[in-house]
């Protein structure tokens, strides 16, 4: 009796998570690409042999990639966000594509209060002032900005966006949403526009999808609405928020403050934006807890596994 040969798994970045090797060699030969001294070669090499891609939000996979793999049939993704797979391509070519929602909502809304909480009361630059020994000098530090009982705005009321604004009710915040329609099962105002929601909040939290269709949805005239005294937070993409014109608001003042996990050319972040004090930045980690990445990582080998034996992932981006 002859077994059959394990398809291959095209792996393009390490997982980790120490049994994540072990489980994806069970079922599959392994094809390391970052391991690959010429990867281009090892496509050719194994390209009528490879069925399954593993891939991660922040990996291009793009449909060159795809058309170059005629076996390809499943596509699984560490991370919610799909704005760097060609998902559209590849579901025209019957391949399923993965990715892995839900596990991440906790630590994404944890971190954008920890940022929004940065924002108000200036953590960054308290922290900055006290390592530079300037606290009882002449150097006074600023005052803050209240964050209870403030309005909250958040563009993209999904399922992190729900997770934010579970969190902004232990705030006694009040909540409105931006989204492209309306949800009738939930308790906040609903703002059909945008430039409405930025008037009215004092925060106005970015929580929508990257991609072609948000790209630059926060423009000057935005920033310009929420004013002064407002801020902005941004943990989905940098590409929703025109970083050229929050840089122009942030530094002529405005706009108040921002905090962002995200940007626009990760991970270069412009100098103009790190010489400012009024906005906290951090390097893309809203989903970067042990726990989180071990269950991010987890899914996606559910999701390798499940195609393995059934031919189907368990958490298929729906189709585009
Ligand atoms: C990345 C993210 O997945 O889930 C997303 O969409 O942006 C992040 O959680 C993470 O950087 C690992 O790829």
């Not at 430039?195 to 072609?212: E, K, N, P, Q, R």
């Not at 005239?221 to 989905?236: D, E, F, R, T, W």
């Not at 991970?267 to 009024?278: F, G, R, V, Y």
Request: some cysteine.
């Amino acid at each position: 009796m002859t077994t059959p040969a394990a398809p291959a798994l095209l792996q393009l970045l390490p997982l980790n998570l120490p049994q994540a090797h072990e489980r994806l060699t069970k079922n599959y030969k392994l094809i390391e690409l970052w391991k690959e001294s010429d990867p281009k070669a090892a496509i050719v090499r194994h390209k009528d042999d490879i069925q399954v891609v593993v891939t991660s939000a922040m990996t291009p996979t793009p449909a060159e990639l795809i058309d170059a793999l005629p076996q390809l049939k499943a596509i699984c993704s560490q991370g919610v966000g799909y704005d760097a797979i060609d998902v559209k391509h590849a579901q025209g070519k019957n391949i399923q594509v993965s990715n892995t929602p839900d596990v991440l909502n906790d630590c994404v809304a944890d971190l954008t209060f920890g940022l929004l909480l940065a924002a108000a009361r200036k953590l960054g630059h308290a922290e900055r002032y006290v390592r530079d020994n300037l606290w009882g000098t002449d150097a006074q530090f600023p005052l803050g900005t209240k964050v209870s009982h403030k309005k909250l705005g958040i563009v993209g009321l999904g399922r992190i966006g729900m997770a934010i604004a579970q969190r902004a009710a232990g705030f006694n915040m009040e909540i409105r949403y931006h989204n492209r329609s309306e949800r009738n099962d939930v308790p906040y105002g609903y703002q059909a526009s945008l430039l409405d929601l930025a008037t009215w909040a004092d925060f106005l939290v970015i929580a929508t999808v990257g991609g072609d269709g948000t790209r630059h949805l926060v423009n000057a005239q935005v920033l310009k609405a929420l004013g002064p005294n407002g801020m902005i937070i941004n943990i989905s993409r940098g590409s929703v928020i025109d970083e050229t014109a929050l840089i122009d608001a942030l530094s002529s003042g405005e706009l108040g403050a921002a905090g962002l996990d995200v940007y626009q050319n990760e991970p270069n972040i412009p100098d103009a934006l790190k010489a400012l004090d009024n906005v906290v930045l951090v390097p893309h980690i809203a989903s970067a807890t042990t726990e989180t990445r071990a269950a991010m990582i987890a899914l996606v080998l559910d999701n390798v596994d499940a195609f393995a034996a059934t031919g189907k992932v368990v958490t298929p981006i729906p189709a585009l």
